[in-house]
Each structure stands twice: as structure tokens, then as C-alpha cells.
């Protein structure tokens, strides 16, 4: 599975960008996808995950962009996307998305990631 990521761009505090997670290679798949971020100076963090069992989806999101964040998919499109909005500046950072063959009980630890997009830069400015 080949992620590419997109959407990233320079956006002022308060602002929305939508980024995008295009899955090629195989069948889509995952029964997990995920977006995370690394700002500056700091370790790679969980964002926001999406997964589906039994014709049911589940959502998964960080304290701090609960509530201004949503991670959806297109299946048809083999895509998943972040709908980011009320941007803060803490939110700057490069954003990668990451997806797992199986649901391994979390979607929180990078571990449990299997293939990896190339990130794509966020910059919030004041």
C-alpha cells in the first residue's frame, strides 16, 4: 500500500484546511487509518484515526483537536481525509497518515501502523 498525503499549506489561526490520504497498491483495505503530526523539536503524536468492523466505524481523536478536527473516508476513492478547522498555532507541523492491516486494540500507537504517507507541512501564522 503506497499513501500519499496532501492538502498541507499556510493558513491564519482560526482557519481550515482539509487534507487528503490517497491509498493506492492494493485493495483499500485498512482496517485502520490514521493521521499523526510532528511539530518542530517534538516526537510524532496521534492526530485523529478512523476504522470500520462489522459494517460499523469507529472515530478516535487527540484531546487537542477534539471538536475542531474530523477524519472521514471515501472508499470509492480509496481516500481518507482531516477536515481541520479553528486552527491553532500549536497545530503546526508536518502531517503524515498511516494506516494498519488489522486493528491490533489501538489506534493510538504508531506501532500499530503498517505503511506510512510522506507528510505534508501545516503552518499556522498569526
Known amino acids: 500500500v503506497q499513501l500519499q498525503a496532501s492538502g498541507g499549506g499556510f493558513v491564519q489561526a482560526g482557519g481550515s484546511l482539509r487534507l487528503s490520504c490517497a491509498a493506492s497498491?492494493?485493495?483499500?483495505?485498512?482496517?485502520?487509518m490514521g493521521w499523526f503530526r510532528q511539530a518542530p523539536g517534538k516526537e510524532r503524536e496521534f492526530v485523529a484515526a478512523?476504522?470500520?468492523?462489522?459494517?460499523?466505524?469507529?472515530?478516535a481523536y487527540a484531546d487537542s483537536v477534539k471538536g475542531r478536527f474530523t477524519i472521514s473516508r471515501d472508499n470509492a476513492k480509496n481516500t481518507v481525509y482531516l477536515q481541520m478547522g479553528s486552527l491553532k498555532l500549536e497545530d503546526t507541523a508536518v502531517y503524515y497518515c498511516?494506516?494498519?492491516?488489522?486493528?491490533?486494540?489501538?489506534?493510538?500507537?504508531?506501532?500499530?501502523?503498517?505503511?506510512w504517507g510522506q507528510g505534508t507541512q501545516v503552518t499556522v501564522s498569526s
Open positions: 498511516a494506516a494498519a492491516r488489522y486493528y491490533s486494540g489501538s489506534t493510538y500507537y504508531q506501532g500499530n501502523y503498517d505503511y
Open positions: 497498491g492494493r485493495t483499500f483495505s485498512s482496517a485502520v
Open positions: 478512523i476504522r470500520w468492523s462489522g459494517g460499523t466505524t469507529y472515530y
